[in-house]
């Protein structure tokens, strides 16, 4: 496996065509300002519109359930079976799509992976129907779980195209621009539902979306010739424990704002009754504003240190919880929902300030090896950018826990009170990983997962990556 790296590189012969840019230097103020942000923002207006979608077909599902009546022979654990799988594989393809910019070229893996979106959606328009066995359900869902992985490869590209200095605003716009994808397929149900139209009616909308995202794709975007994987790159990143932390609390938030976004209508029709037509009212609105403050996530911790307002985030987090555990108790849908939207608020307030630490936290060992400037620099994104695709694919496998977790509460309860303890459980060790890995400081001579805390106290401030 190998990560995606924008050192200079020769041009390559092998690499022709009209839509390659061998020289490629956003970090040159002239070259940037003469032609390099306007070819830059190009190409992230149609990757954003080409993850827009993928998120859409990846979260089909969660909107598909709401359709799915008696006639459908499927019960409640069934359907968060269903969507749970779905979730899995949305998180496991985020692996090789993350690679697959470098070797493919952005443009042409936008065309494939805009493209390759046809198969889950053609063949659910297929199999929408009352007596489709469960497994055929569950082998379509399946495909849909590739929608996920555009995410990846998306971030990977724009990442590449920017300069340090506009990363945070550029992956933010893109990353936000992806996650409304949910919302947007919920109102479009939504629409749907209240016309009277059937699930089919819903995929007939998005089957040409596909083609035209794809098609604009082909048009108008391009391919770095310098963006190539880096294998060395890769290795270290696993091997760096920073890794591994930071998609556990990837886990928490992003985790908590797929398994939410996925999870909340099916809640709302089992146990509080809500016919699809009401909790379609209803599911749109905590993933759309989770998505449109995600950026503002970023910006509060550019302020403040993202350490500090993830840390803050998780009591928040913890205290809605607390919350719904008492409303789902007292059966207030009112109180339910409005905290649920709350928390959906919240998770997405996480995504920005979790992501937003990475690049820090790798910049900061890089002036704990003793290395400055652009040498520092160039050592901090080449462990983030590898790092980058490992913890998006496991933050997003906290969305199969949540729906595994409510099957398991409504199985033994008949409610998703029992899940909601356990995610309080969860925020809770969130809340003590992030205050002891980047907030507290260490001992003396202790080693940390930064090195040793001699390094951590004089070189690191992990309060403000």
Same mark, same amino acid.
């Given at each position: 496996?190998?990560?995606?790296?924008?050192?200079?590189?020769?041009?390559?012969?092998?690499?022709?065509?009209?839509?390659?840019?061998?020289?490629?230097?956003?970090?040159?103020?002239?070259?940037?300002?003469?032609?390099?942000?306007?070819?830059?923002?190009?190409?992230?207006?149609?990757?954003?519109?080409?993850?827009?979608?993928?998120?859409?077909?990846?979260?089909?599902?969660?909107?598909?359930?709401?359709?799915?009546?008696?006639?459908?022979?499927?019960?409640?654990?069934?359907?968060?079976?269903?969507?749970?799988?779905?979730?899995?594989?949305?998180?496991?393809?985020?692996?090789?799509?993350?690679?697959?910019?470098?070797?493919?070229?952005?443009?042409?893996?936008?065309?494939?992976?805009?493209?390759?979106?046809?198969?889950?959606?053609?063949?659910?328009?297929?199999?929408?129907?009352?007596? +489709?066995?469960?497994?055929? =359900? &569950?082998? /379509? #869902?399946?495909?849909?779980?590739?929608? *996920?992985?555009? !995410? $990846?490869?998306?971030?990977?590209?724009?990442?590449?195209?920017?300069?340090?200095?506009?990363?945070?605003?550029?992956?933010?716009?893109?990353?936000?621009?992806?996650?409304?994808?949910?919302?947007?397929?919920?109102?479009?149900?939504?629409?749907?539902?209240?016309?009277?139209?059937?699930?089919?009616?819903?995929?007939?909308?998005?089957?040409?979306?596909?083609?035209?995202?794809?098609?604009?794709?082909?048009?108008?975007?391009?391919?770095?010739?310098?963006?190539?994987?880096?294998?060395?790159?890769?290795?270290?990143?696993?091997?760096?424990?920073? +890794?591994?932390?930071?998609? =556990? &609390?990837? /886990? #928490?938030?992003?985790?908590?704002?797929? *398994?939410?976004? !996925? $999870?909340?209508?099916?809640?709302?029709?089992?146990?509080?009754?809500?016919?699809?037509?009401?909790?379609?009212?209803?599911?749109?609105?905590?993933?759309?504003?989770?998505?449109?403050?995600?950026?503002?996530?970023?910006?509060?911790?550019?302020?403040?240190?993202?350490?500090?307002?993830?840390?803050?985030?998780?009591?928040?987090?913890?205290?809605?919880?607390?919350?719904?555990?008492?409303?789902?108790?007292?059966?207030?849908?009112?109180?339910?929902?409005?905290?649920?939207?709350?928390?959906?608020?919240?998770?997405?307030?996480?995504?920005?300030? +979790?992501?937003?630490?990475?690049?820090?936290?790798?910049?900061?060992?890089?002036?704990?090896? *003793?290395?400055?400037?652009?040498?520092?620099?160039?050592?901090?994104?080449?462990?983030?950018?590898?790092?980058?695709?490992?913890?998006?694919?496991?933050?997003?496998?906290?969305?199969?826990?949540?729906?595994?977790?409510?099957?398991?509460?409504?199985?033994?309860?008949?409610?998703?009170?029992?899940?909601?303890?356990?995610?309080?459980?969860?925020?809770?060790?969130?809340?003590?990983?992030?205050?002891?890995?980047?907030?507290?400081?260490?001992?003396?001579?202790?080693?940390?997962?930064?090195?040793?805390?001699?390094?951590?106290?004089?070189?690191?401030?992990?309060?403000?990556?």
């Amino acid at each position: 496996m190998t990560a995606p790296s924008t050192a200079p590189a020769p041009p390559s012969p092998t690499k022709k065509g009209s839509r390659w840019i061998e020289e490629w230097d956003p970090e040159n103020e002239t070259f940037w300002n003469a032609k390099g942000e306007k070819i830059a923002r190009r190409n992230l207006l149609f990757s954003v519109l080409s993850e827009h979608i993928g998120f859409s077909i990846w979260t089909l599902w969660s909107v598909l359930v709401l359709f799915m009546g008696p006639e459908y022979g499927l019960t409640p654990a069934d359907k968060f079976l269903l969507t749970s799988m779905v979730t899995l594989v949305g998180a496991v393809v985020r692996v090789p799509y993350t690679f697959a910019v470098a070797v493919f070229g952005g443009r042409n893996w936008t065309i494939v992976s805009a493209g390759l979106l046809l198969i889950p959606t053609v063949a659910a328009f297929t199999v929408m129907e009352p007596g +489709t066995s469960f497994n055929t =359900f &569950l082998l /379509v #869902g399946l495909l849909a779980g590739i929608g *996920g992985g555009n !995410f $990846a490869s998306s971030m990977t590209n724009i990442n590449a195209f920017f300069p340090l200095r506009k990363k945070g605003w550029a992956l933010g716009l893109n990353a936000g621009g992806g996650n409304i994808g949910v919302p947007v397929i919920q109102l479009i149900a939504l629409g749907v539902i209240g016309a009277s139209g059937g699930p089919r009616v819903l995929l007939g909308i998005y089957i040409p979306l596909i083609l035209v995202a794809a098609t604009l794709a082909a048009l108008f975007m391009d391919n770095l010739a310098s963006v190539k994987n880096d294998t060395g790159a890769a290795i270290d990143a696993a091997k760096d424990g920073h +890794t591994w932390i930071m998609s =556990f &609390l990837y /886990v #928490g938030t992003f985790g908590s704002f797929i *398994g939410y976004s !996925f $999870a909340f209508g099916q809640v709302l029709t089992n146990q509080f009754g809500r016919t699809p037509l009401q909790a379609a009212y209803l599911t749109f609105i905590g993933p759309l504003l989770g998505s449109l403050i995600r950026p503002v996530g970023g910006w509060l911790a550019d302020r403040y240190g993202g350490a500090r307002i993830t840390l803050y985030n998780y009591v928040g987090m913890a205290a809605a919880t607390a919350v719904l555990v008492f409303a789902s108790m007292q059966k207030s849908l009112p109180l339910f929902v409005a905290v649920f939207v709350v928390l959906f608020v919240l998770t997405g307030l996480g995504n920005g300030s +979790t992501y937003k630490m990475i690049p820090g936290i790798f910049q900061a060992k890089a002036v704990a090896k *003793g290395l400055s400037g652009e040498e520092a620099a160039r050592y901090g994104r080449r462990l983030s950018g590898a790092s980058m695709g490992l913890i998006g694919a496991v933050g997003a496998l906290g969305g199969v826990g949540i729906n595994l977790a409510f099957r398991q509460s409504f199985l033994s309860y008949g409610s998703g009170t029992g899940a909601f303890v356990a995610f309080l459980a969860f925020y809770a060790a969130c809340f003590v990983v992030t205050w002891a890995v980047y907030l507290r400081r260490p001992a003396p001579g202790r080693v940390t997962a930064a090195g040793t805390a001699s390094q951590a106290e004089s070189q690191l401030s992990y309060a403000e990556v």
